[in-house]
């Protein structure tokens, strides 16, 4: 492991102690699993982020299609490619 400084507000750094206290934790464990813990967050946020932007990429396509071709009908379409797998 890598040592780092960081500098903390003295209030915050009685929460974290407090914290890390109450969790049985050293100061350092209970700083390395809640940054850990905030990366994990940050990561499935982008996740989901990249999903809807799909979905909506997926929508816009589709809604697309249907102007183009005015007697297309897309729910039929997905459901046929539904049933085709």
Do not use: P
């Given at each position: 492991?890598?040592?780092?400084?960081?500098?903390?507000?003295?209030?915050?750094?009685?929460?974290?102690?407090?914290?890390?206290?109450?969790?049985?934790?050293?100061?350092?464990?209970?700083?390395?699993?809640?940054?850990?813990?905030?990366?994990?967050?940050?990561?499935?946020?982008?996740?989901?982020?990249?999903?809807?932007?799909?979905?909506?990429?997926?929508?816009?396509?589709?809604?697309?299609?249907g102007?183009?071709?005015?007697?297309?009908?897309?729910?039929?379409?997905?459901?046929?490619?539904?049933?085709?797998?």
């Amino acid at each position: 492991m890598t040592r780092i400084n960081i500098i903390l507000d003295e209030d915050f750094l009685k929460k974290v102690d407090c914290f890390s206290t109450g969790e049985k934790m050293t100061r350092s464990g209970f700083i390395r699993e809640a940054v850990s813990s905030y990366i994990a967050l940050k990561e499935e946020e982008e996740k989901l982020h990249e999903k809807a932007k799909t979905i909506q990429e997926s929508i816009d396509f589709f809604r697309k299609m249907g102007e183009k071709n005015k007697n297309w009908d897309g729910v039929k379409e997905i459901n046929r490619s539904r049933e085709q797998r």
